[in-house]
């Protein structure tokens, strides 16, 4: 039923639940009828309860844009990423990452390839989309999450750190390669990585790394039933492999396999 069907008491009372208020259309045609108002005011009601709706909307998603620690100035959106460069059998898959398909089906997703190939921007597009959509989104890049830890496992915070990266919605974790992780700052990776795979709800990764994921056992320090672990990364997501070819940018696309990340030389299929 579309809204001209509806009476000005129910979508008044729609507007009202957008606003987070419990106020039946009943309880609305009482208020109406006991103080003589019409429907142009109630409709009035229902114009200024949507307008507050989107305000507190805007509002929100200006917090979790701040906190999401995503560049402001000039922020990176699928709107700004040239699609139309992407070759390759599955370049339609990329392009359909704007659904956060992956979010709500928990799967991780991993952009792969050379600098300057829209990696970071991707995973950041990303974020950004999963903001605007109202959902709580974390951006750090491998060697700043490496020196958290160190400082956390210093000074005894540890557990607060895993938590706090456990609770974003979306958990971008930048450039995965260009640092090593020491054994204590890998036990706490692992750990935020075990710690999401069991959480509840629309709950993603994204990583970007130059370095194939066959290869990253090599950034962490640990032993054999550790670097395991690494496998949940990859359980069932999406793995964008990506590479110049000439001029233009063919992009690859494959769902990671068990053990992956322990297969040297691992290729994707479907390409």
């Not at 194939?212 to 032993?223: N, Q, R």
Request: glycine share 8%; with cysteine.
């Amino acid at each position: 039923m579309g809204n001209a069907a509806k009476s000005p008491y129910e979508l008044a009372s729609e507007a009202a639940a957008r606003l987070g208020i419990a106020l039946a259309a009943s309880e609305l045609a009482t208020l109406a009828s006991d103080h003589d108002m019409g429907d142009a005011e109630v409709g009035a009601l229902a114009v200024t309860f949507d307008y507050l709706a989107e305000k507190r909307r805007q509002a929100s998603i200006e917090t979790l844009l701040r906190l999401s620690r995503l560049p402001r100035r000039e922020p990176r959106t699928f709107d700004g990423f040239d699609f139309s460069r992407i070759q390759g059998r599955d370049a339609s898959a990329l392009e359909r990452l704007p659904a956060l398909a992956d979010l709500y089906a928990h799967r991780n997703v991993a952009f792969i390839g050379p600098g300057g190939i829209g990696k970071t921007h991707l995973a950041q597009a990303y974020g950004r989309e999963c903001c605007m959509r109202g959902l709580k989104t974390y951006y750090v890049k491998a060697s700043e999450l490496r020196d958290r830890f160190q400082r956390a496992a210093e000074r005894g915070s540890a557990s607060r750190v895993v938590a706090t990266l456990v609770k974003p919605t979306c958990l971008i974790v930048d450039e995965v390669g260009r640092c090593t992780f020491d054994r204590a700052c890998t036990d706490l990776f692992f750990d935020v990585i075990d710690r999401r795979y069991e959480k509840e709800g629309p709950n993603t990764m994204i990583l970007t790394s130059n370095v194939a994921p066959s290869a990253w056992d090599e950034f962490f320090t640990g032993d054999d039933a550790l670097l395991c672990a690494l496998d949940r990364v990859f359980d069932k997501a999406s793995v964008f492999m990506m590479r110049y070819r000439g001029r233009e940018l063919d992009t690859y696309s494959v769902e990671a396999v068990p053990q992956a990340t322990k297969v040297r030389g691992m290729q994707p299929k479907g390409v």
